[in-house]
């Protein structure tokens, strides 16, 4: 049985495609995914059979051997510098949160400084599995 690594996969045209250990594109429909998967992550490495399509190669009966390593999941920060983080961030919205019970908003700076710093921690708690 033949394999290689998901190039891409896109759930919503319904196909995608693998490259062989040979470096060849193969044409992976969603219709070849095993019972209950809709999708596929770049990377993915996968055994399958191959039949001969009207454009070329196609896979059919695929089997997920390993899931490709989420690259955001292995960059995250420790889980203790993670609530270091988040302290000093409770701390900057407890001083935007006593500006605004003044009547002002913080300046254009520190609200720059604030969103930026939100957005980062969202994207380190946002991880997709």
Same mark, same amino acid.
């Given at each position: 049985? =033949? #394999?290689?690594?998901?190039?891409?996969?896109?759930? +919503? +045209?319904? $196909?995608?495609?693998?490259?062989?250990?040979?470096?060849?594109?193969?044409?992976? %429909?969603?219709?070849?995914? %095993?019972?209950?998967?809709?999708? !596929?992550? +770049?990377?993915? *490495?996968?055994? $399958? #059979?191959?039949?001969?399509?009207?454009?070329?190669?196609?896979?059919?009966?695929?089997?997920?051997?390993?899931?490709? =390593?989420? !690259?955001? *999941?292995?960059?995250? =920060? +420790? =889980?203790?510098?993670?609530?270091?983080?988040?302290?000093?961030?409770? *701390? !900057? !919205?407890?001083?935007?949160?006593? @500006?605004?019970?003044?009547?002002? $908003? %913080?300046?254009?700076?520190?609200? *720059?400084?604030?969103?930026?710093?939100?957005?980062?921690?969202?994207?380190?708690?946002?991880?997709? @599995?």
């Amino acid at each position: 049985m =033949p #394999s290689g690594r998901v190039r891409w996969f896109d759930a +919503k +045209k319904g $196909y995608g495609f693998i490259m062989t250990e040979e470096g060849h594109d193969v044409f992976l %429909p969603a219709s070849a995914l %095993p019972a209950g998967m809709t999708t !596929l992550r +770049k990377g993915a *490495k996968v055994e $399958y #059979s191959v039949v001969d399509g009207r454009r070329g190669p196609q896979a059919m009966g695929v089997q997920l051997v390993a899931s490709a =390593p989420s !690259l955001v *999941k292995a960059t995250r =920060p +420790k =889980p203790d510098d993670m609530a270091a983080i988040v302290e000093d961030l409770i *701390k !900057l !919205l407890d001083g935007a949160g006593n @500006d605004l019970r003044r009547h002002r $908003y %913080p300046s254009s700076a520190e609200s *720059k400084k604030l969103a930026t710093l939100l957005r980062a921690v969202a994207d380190n708690f946002d991880v997709q @599995d």
